[in-house]
């Protein structure tokens, strides 16, 4: 039996990564919770670019492939909101709209709602609760 320090810096037994290794990549992905006959979006921490671009594309297939009543965009877990989250959310609940999707936008703080006011986007497509 190999001591655990040199089982654990062996590439091989843990698929070609290293415990150093800074290329290790492990996605975070939002859930989209069907509930209902509406899908709910819990957003959490720290959306970067890349998770928020994925959201967009699956919560649009979940509307295509569930004919959803509705989707509710829960920002509980958000603390700050940047302008690109902005742009993201209203683009969501606009696509859904063409989709004949309703968009519920729950959670928000005193601070990301005056952050959604100053941005100026176009938040028609969302209902506020």
Partial sequence: MRP????????????GLTMDDDRAHFEYRTPVIQLWGRLVVPLQGDITDEVAAALVDDVLQR?????AAGLVLDVTGMWTIDSHL????AGLAAA???M???TVLCGMSGAIAITLQTMGIDF?????R
């Fill in 63 to 67: 509307i295509r492939d569930s004919s």
């Fill in 4 to 15: 655990l320090a040199s089982a654990a810096a062996d590439t091989d037994d843990c698929g």
């Fill in 100 to 102: 004949g999707t309703p």
């Fill in 86 to 89: 902005c742009h993201v959310i």
């Fill in 124 to 128: 028609r497509q969302l209902t506020p």
């Fill in 96 to 98: 859904a709209h063409l």
